[in-house]
C-alpha cells in the first residue's frame, strides 16, 4: 500500500489535514480493490465509483467535518474511505466524499469566520470576506457535478442521497437525531426507514428553507437529504467511536446495496417545527437552563423568553426546544421549538 502522502485513499483524514495534493494530474486518480474507481477533486473531495455502473446505480455524498471540530465523524467517513480502498467494505453505489471545512479542521475549531453550514444556497455572496465562503462555493459545485451524473428521480426514484454527518454541542433528550430540509413534500419512506436502521431516535422536520448542505442538496440536487446529529462534540483520537456503531453500519450498507430495517426495528420519533423564538434584542431572556438538553419538553402557558413586549408562550400542550442559542444578533432565531408528529407523519409517507 502507498503511503498517505502518495494516496489520499489510505488515510482520507490525515492526507486532508497535511493539505496534500495529489502531484501530478495522473497521481489524482486511480483504481484500488474490486475495481474501484476513484478522483481526488479537491481538498477534502473525493469520488468513488464502482466497477460496475449503470442507470440505476445509486449517487450517495457522504460528507463529515462541514463543522470542522466534529471529529467522530469526520474519522468514521476517513476510515470508510479506506475501508473501500482495501475491499474490507463493498461499493455498490457512486460516492462522494466530502471533509466540509478542511481549514477549521486543521485549526480544531467549529469554523474560521463563518459557521460554514449558514453559507448554502447562495449566502456565502453575502459574506464574500470569508474564508468559509470560497469551501461554501466549492462544496456546492461539487455536489452539482456529482449529482448531475446521477440517474434522474423519474429513471430511478430515490438515487441521490446525502447524508451529512455532526456531531452536537449541546446535550439531547434523544442522544442521536436527524433533520430533514424543508422539501415542500412529506418525507420519503426510503429516508425514515434508513434512519430506522441507523438507530436514530428522533427526526426533525424544517418546515423553512435553510441553508445548510442538506438544503442545498435537497433543493438543487433533488437529494433525499438529512443532516445527522450523532452525539457529543470531542477532540480527534478521543471518540468513543462505538457509540457511533449504529449509524457508521447503515452508512455502510447503504453504500454496499444491502437492503435496510430488520424486521421490527422501531421507526424514530418525528418532531415537526411549529415556531421560534426571535432576539429582538439584547435584552432577551430565556427562561431554561444555559444547558437545557435539545429536546426537552415544556407545557402549554409556560413562558419560554421575554424580550421587552415580546414573549414566547408554549401553545400546544407540549413542545420541546430545540438549539436554544440566545447568544445570537437581533433579528436571528434563539431557538426552536418542535411538536410530536410521528403519527401523522408515518401515516402519509410517500
Ligand atoms: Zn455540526
Aim: charged share 20%.
Amino acid at each position: 500500500m502507498t503511503s498517505s502522502a502518495e494516496n489520499p485513499l489510505a488515510d482520507f483524514l490525515a492526507y486532508t489535514l497535511a493539505g496534500t495534493r495529489p502531484a501530478s494530474p495522473e497521481a489524482a486518480h486511480g483504481e484500488c480493490a474490486g475495481g474501484v474507481r476513484w478522483q481526488w477533486l479537491d481538498e477534502g473531495v473525493l469520488e468513488l465509483e464502482p466497477a460496475r455502473v449503470d442507470a440505476t446505480t445509486r449517487s450517495v455524498l457522504l460528507s463529515a467535518g462541514v463543522h470542522g471540530d466534529e471529529t467522530a465523524p469526520i474519522e468514521l467517513l476517513s476510515q470508510l474511505v479506506a475501508d473501500i480502498a482495501a475491499g474490507r467494505a463493498p461499493l455498490a453505489c457512486r460516492v462522494l466524499a466530502v471533509l466540509g471545512n478542511a481549514a477549521a479542521m486543521r485549526a480544531g475549531e467549529r469554523y474560521l469566520d463563518d459557521d460554514l453550514n449558514r453559507l448554502f444556497g447562495g449566502r456565502h455572496a453575502r459574506v464574500p470576506a470569508s474564508r468559509e465562503a470560497p469551501r461554501a462555493v466549492a462544496l456546492e459545485a461539487a455536489a452539482q457535478r456529482f449529482f448531475a451524473k446521477a440517474p434522474s428521480a423519474a429513471d430511478a426514484p430515490f438515487a441521490r442521497w446525502h447524508l451529512d454527518m455532526h456531531t452536537a454541542i449541546r446535550a439531547s433528550a434523544f442522544e442521536q437525531f436527524a433533520l430533514l430540509p424543508h422539501t415542500g413534500e412529506p418525507p420519503a419512506r426510503a429516508m425514515l426507514e434508513w434512519l430506522a436502521d441507523a438507530r436514530i431516535a428522533a427526526v426533525l422536520i424544517h418546515t423553512e428553507k435553510g441553508a445548510t448542505l442538506s438544503s442545498f442538496t435537497a433543493e438543487t440536487c433533488g437529494a433525499l437529504a438529512c443532516t445527522l446529529e450523532l452525539g457529543k462534540v470531542r477532540p480527534f483520537g478521543e471518540n468513543d467511536l462505538s457509540r457511533f456503531a449504529g449509524a457508521d453500519a447503515a452508512v455502510r450498507r447503504l453504500v454496499a446495496g444491502e437492503a435496510s430495517l430488520p424486521k421490527g426495528a422501531q421507526m424514530p420519533r418525528i418532531f415537526t417545527v411549529i415556531g421560534q423564538i426571535t432576539k429582538q434584542s439584547d435584552a432577551l431572556k430565556l427562561n431554561v437552563a444555559a444547558d437545557v438538553p435539545n429536546f426537552t419538553p415544556f407545557q402549554r402557558g409556560e413562558v419560554l423568553a421575554e424580550d421587552g413586549a415580546y414573549r414566547y408562550v408554549v401553545q400546544h400542550d407540549e413542545e420541546r426546544i430545540v438549539f436554544p442559542n440566545p447568544g445570537v444578533k437581533p433579528g436571528l432565531r434563539a431557538g426552536l421549538l418542535v411538536v410530536d408528529t410521528t403519527r401523522e407523519t408515518l401515516a402519509a409517507l410517500v
